[in-house]
């Protein structure tokens, strides 16, 4: 990659705009001078504006950005809330099956051991003729 060198001002291009600026009187050295800083006057307000409009630029495509991902956010939140709904329909569900199955579970053991000496635990109201072993092959004493 070469880059073209400017070229250095020699002493020519000088004299030459010395000998111009000779030429023309105070009155169109004035006018020039002023043409000149409303030129730079144009130049800096065309650079302001372009840096308006480029920040400007950068600024809606931030916010349409941030916008974007706003919505993406709003959209995942909803998924989340349908998902947290049916999670909280399933732990409810369960909780009410683990209810029915611990009172069902209450209620056959209060049966067997009502009607089966075997199942109660010694000292529990048997007879006294009954025995308290279930391994033992003898019934009654």
Same mark, same amino acid.
């Given at each position: 990659?070469?880059?073209?060198?400017?070229?250095?001002?020699?002493?020519?291009?000088?004299?030459?705009?010395?000998?111009?600026?000779?030429?023309?009187?105070?009155?169109?050295? @004035?006018?020039?001078? /002023? *043409?000149?800083?409303?030129? &730079?006057? +144009?130049? =800096? %307000?065309?650079? $302001?504006?372009? #840096?308006?409009?480029?920040?400007?630029?950068?600024?809606?495509?931030?916010?349409?950005?941030?916008?974007?991902?706003?919505?993406?956010? @709003?959209?995942?939140? /909803? *998924?989340?809330?349908?998902? &947290?709904? +049916?999670? =909280? %329909?399933?732990? $409810?569900?369960? #909780?009410?099956?683990?209810?029915?199955?611990?009172?069902?579970?209450?209620?056959?053991?209060?049966?067997?051991?009502?009607?089966?000496?075997?199942?109660?635990?010694?000292?529990?109201?048997?007879?006294?003729?009954?025995?308290?072993?279930?391994?033992?092959?003898? #019934?009654?004493?």
């Amino acid at each position: 990659m070469s880059r073209k060198r400017k070229k250095p001002v020699t002493k020519k291009n000088t004299q030459k705009n010395s000998e111009q600026n000779s030429n023309f009187s105070d009155g169109e050295e @004035e006018k020039n001078e /002023e *043409q000149q800083e409303q030129e &730079e006057e +144009i130049n =800096q %307000t065309l650079k $302001k504006k372009t #840096k308006q409009i480029n920040y400007q630029t950068r600024l809606k495509s931030r916010v349409s950005e941030l916008e974007k991902q706003l919505s993406n956010l @709003e959209q995942e939140n /909803e *998924q989340f809330k349908v998902k &947290e709904a +049916i999670l =909280q %329909t399933k732990a $409810k569900i369960y #909780k009410e099956q683990l209810d029915y199955f611990q009172k069902f579970m209450n209620n056959a053991m209060n049966f067997a051991t009502r009607n089966n000496p075997i199942f109660s635990l010694p000292g529990m109201g048997l007879s006294s003729g009954v025995n308290n072993n279930p391994f033992s092959n003898e #019934k009654f004493n």
